[in-house]
């Protein structure tokens, strides 16, 4: 199986682009959709998107990721092996929190071999050129190696931000990774462990498992991707304390009740 994340929406047809050049190297492979609709060139939400959607794949999918601000210039273009999953994509971030998710990333390789890319390469669309081919070789089982150089985990490229958990006692700043449609707030905190009241830039809010309070009310939720979540119960979390993904908050523990 092969999985699909960018930010090329379906108005245009790039992904039915890299949906032929797949069929044509890897026929009858199937390719599920994660999303196309992260916003433009945003690599942090595409993160996001592809660690809460990766990891309810069946082991050996290949997630194909493609948020590419970079492409044409000099970023590598990656191949990444974890315990369960092969990832591909331009390193620049977008892939890591992921491959963190099952594990960490066992091999990475620069795709820098032409022979699984396709003949001519265009320097704006590398999800068609690199990625998508690179991806269906990979489904049908040529081995990780053979498409390119190795690369040291270590110098992979990270987005700034980790997981932040909570101290004890006082606050911790944590990030904004992602803001859904509906207003939600996903923090970097995870949402384990939460319980009783949190404190959220210094106001006591309470923590529900589900939103079960009066409309209107802020809440704190332990989150479907396993992050607290900042929400007004049917209202809008980030229009109401003003924040948007990459921003911080400061959260700590709050009282019991």
Known sequence: MITLLTDFGT?????????????????????????HDVPSQDVQNGAFALRAASCFYPPGTVH???????????????ALQ????????????????????DGGVLKAISC??????????????????????VAAHLAIDVPLVELGEP?????????????????????????????DRFG?????????DIQGRTLIDGKDVQVCKA????????VVVPGSA????????RGSAAELLDLDTGDRVRIGRGGSG
């Open 112 to 133: 820098t071999n032409p022979d699984f890319h396709l003949p001519d390469v265009s320097c704006t669309f590398h999800g068609r050129d690199v990625f998508a081919p």
């Open 211 to 218: 939103y079960d309070r009066p409309p209107g009310t802020l």
């Open 64 to 78: 194909c990721a493609v948020v590419d601000p970079g492409v044409g210039t000099a970023r590598r273009a990656l």
């Open 11 to 35: 108005v245009d047809g790039f992904v039915g682009a890299m949906k032929g050049v797949i069929a044509s190297i890897a026929p009858g492979e199937p390719v599920v959709d994660i999303t």
């Open 82 to 101: 974890t315990a369960h999953y092969r990832f591909v994509g331009p390193d620049n971030g977008l892939m890591l929190w992921a491959a963190d998710a």
């Open 226 to 233: 396993g992050l607290l979540e900042l929400s007004v119960v």
């Open 184 to 192: 939600n707030v996903v923090t970097s905190v995870p949402g384990k």
């Open 151 to 179: 690369v040291d985990p270590v110098d992979l490229v990270r987005l700034p931000w980790r997981e932040t958990p909570l101290p004890e006692e006082g606050e911790v700043e944590a990030w904004v990774v992602h803001v």
